[in-house]
């Protein structure tokens, strides 16, 4: 069996490619990925160094007119270079996650009658995927809020995530305190992770300046990790040591599942594949959804957890200080709460999405 797999752009949709690429290598299959040279899957090429990667030149088509017949025109350039690249490697079924390449490669798909399917990450489907769900066999979606777009083509398997991810959940406990001490924290006071996301947050990390004040109230009971993404990175390890709150305060983390790992608690934006990575750890979580995303889909991408009482989900247009303050001090330390969001995050979890998916595309 051949399969070609195209998704990225962003960790959104890289991530869970890679997911189940390395899946279906792992039940022999024949795996080329496809990406794009201006993706974070080029920066990250390593990850797919074994599945005889191909990047293209493409981009996506938002802007001005000129920058839109642009774009067109690299969508048609690269389905013609995709085709050649099928009469070479003869793919049995196409797999594409969303993101730059994932245009012309489902083009190529149809164009070539090669069974084509669909994975979905977020609640509102990308104008991509629901183009290309159209000459699709089956689409994979997220969340199940999504069904209604695809109507009987949908099938429910939650977001694929990393191998690493499922791995370090399953043994999270007996690994927490050998983490903490390589982080140089404290077994006796709460984690709380900040983050938003792979390219952090501004909006995050410039509330967290205004309210560090009042945090350290709890500097004998909380110690964090901030993510910045960054941007306000010296500011904040400034502002935190001056206020004596123990913390680590860095840019990046490549290793986000040991981070996961020790967090008791997390502040996140809702991305597709941080409610999923989120979810997998059981982490009580207050998401603050990017207010700019398309479609207010981080918003959607929270929402069915937050009906079930499993996270709180706040606007950041009404998330004044003194609200924020209140709803971190519940999170941290209302032991009820902490128990129901933490069992309704591990209910809500699907860490066999990858081999789900791998199953129904090759039985497809």
Same mark, same amino acid.
């Given at each position: 069996?051949?399969? #070609?797999?195209?998704?990225?752009?962003?960790?959104?949709?890289?991530?869970?490619?890679?997911?189940?690429?390395?899946?279906?290598?792992?039940?022999? #299959?024949?795996?080329?990925?496809?990406?794009?040279?201006?993706?974070?899957?080029?920066?990250?090429?390593?990850?797919?160094?074994?599945?005889?990667?191909?990047?293209?030149? #493409?981009?996506?088509?938002?802007?001005?007119?000129?920058?839109?017949?642009?774009?067109?025109?690299?969508?048609?350039?690269?389905?013609?270079?995709?085709?050649?690249?099928?009469?070479?490697?003869?793919?049995?079924?196409?797999?594409?996650?969303?993101?730059?390449?994932?245009?012309?490669?489902?083009?190529?798909?149809?164009?070539?009658?090669?069974?084509?399917?669909?994975?979905?990450?977020?609640?509102?489907?990308?104008?991509?995927?629901?183009?290309?769900?159209?000459?699709?066999?089956?689409?994979?979606?997220?969340?199940?809020?999504?069904?209604?777009?695809?109507?009987?083509?949908?099938?429910?398997?939650?977001?694929?995530?990393?191998?690493?991810?499922?791995?370090?959940?399953?043994?999270?406990?007996?690994?927490?305190?050998?983490?903490?001490?390589?982080?140089?924290?404290?077994?006796?006071?709460? #984690?709380?992770?900040? =983050?938003?996301?792979?390219?952090?947050?501004?909006?995050?990390?410039?509330?967290?300046?205004?309210?560090?004040?009042?945090?350290?109230? =709890?500097?004998?009971?909380?110690?964090?990790?901030?993510?910045?993404?960054?941007?306000?990175?010296?500011?904040?390890?400034?502002?935190?040591?001056?206020?004596?709150?123990?913390?680590?305060?860095?840019?990046?983390?490549?290793?986000?599942?040991?981070?996961?790992?020790?967090?008791?608690?997390?502040?996140?934006?809702?991305?597709?594949?941080?409610?999923?990575?989120?979810?997998?750890?059981?982490?009580?979580?207050?998401?603050?959804?990017?207010?700019?995303?398309?479609?207010?889909?981080?918003?959607?991408?929270?929402?069915?957890?937050?009906?079930?009482?499993?996270? =709180?989900?706040?606007?950041?247009?009404?998330?004044?200080?003194?609200?924020?303050?209140?709803?971190?001090?519940?999170?941290?330390?209302?032991?009820?709460?902490?128990?129901?969001?933490?069992?309704?995050?591990?209910?809500?979890?699907?860490?066999?999405?990858?081999?789900?998916?791998?199953?129904?595309?090759?039985?497809?």
């Amino acid at each position: 069996m051949r399969v #070609v797999i195209a998704g990225g752009g962003t960790g959104g949709h890289f991530f869970p490619a890679v997911a189940v690429a390395e899946k279906l290598k792992s039940k022999g #299959v024949d795996v080329l990925y496809v990406g794009s040279l201006n993706g974070i899957e080029f920066k990250k090429r390593e990850l797919v160094e074994t599945f005889s990667p191909v990047f293209l030149n #493409v981009k996506g088509m938002r802007g001005r007119r000129r920058g839109i017949l642009k774009g067109m025109m690299d969508v048609v350039f690269s389905v013609g270079k995709v085709g050649g690249i099928f009469r070479r490697f003869r793919p049995d079924k196409v797999l594409i996650f969303g993101g730059y390449a994932s245009l012309p490669v489902g083009l190529a798909a149809v164009i070539g009658r090669v069974p084509l399917f669909v994975q979905e990450q977020n609640s509102i489907p990308g104008k991509t995927n629901l183009y290309l769900s159209h000459f699709s066999r089956k689409v994979f979606v997220g969340f199940k809020e999504t069904i209604r777009f695809f109507g009987r083509k949908a099938i429910y398997t939650g977001n694929p995530v990393r191998k690493e991810i499922v791995e370090f959940a399953k043994k999270k406990e007996e690994i927490k305190s050998k983490l903490l001490y390589k982080f140089g924290l404290s077994l006796e006071k709460k #984690v709380l992770l900040i =983050f938003g996301g792979s390219q952090g947050a501004l909006w995050i990390n410039e509330k967290f300046l205004r309210i560090s004040e009042s945090l350290a109230q =709890f500097l004998d009971r909380i110690q964090l990790i901030h993510i910045t993404g960054g941007k306000l990175t010296r500011e904040l390890e400034e502002r935190y040591r001056s206020l004596k709150i123990k913390s680590i305060v860095l840019p990046f983390y490549e290793k986000i599942w040991e981070l996961y790992a020790v967090a008791d608690c997390a502040v996140s934006r809702a991305g597709a594949l941080s409610v999923a990575e989120l979810s997998c750890f059981g982490i009580p979580t207050l998401f603050i959804p990017y207010p700019f995303a398309v479609d207010d889909h981080q918003y959607y991408n929270a929402l069915e957890l937050y009906r079930k009482n499993g996270c =709180f989900l706040e606007k950041q247009e009404s998330l004044n200080d003194e609200r924020f303050m209140q709803l971190l001090s519940k999170l941290l330390f209302d032991k009820m709460i902490y128990r129901k969001f933490s069992k309704e995050m591990k209910n809500f979890s699907k860490p066999d999405a990858a081999d789900m998916i791998s199953e129904l595309l090759l039985n497809g």
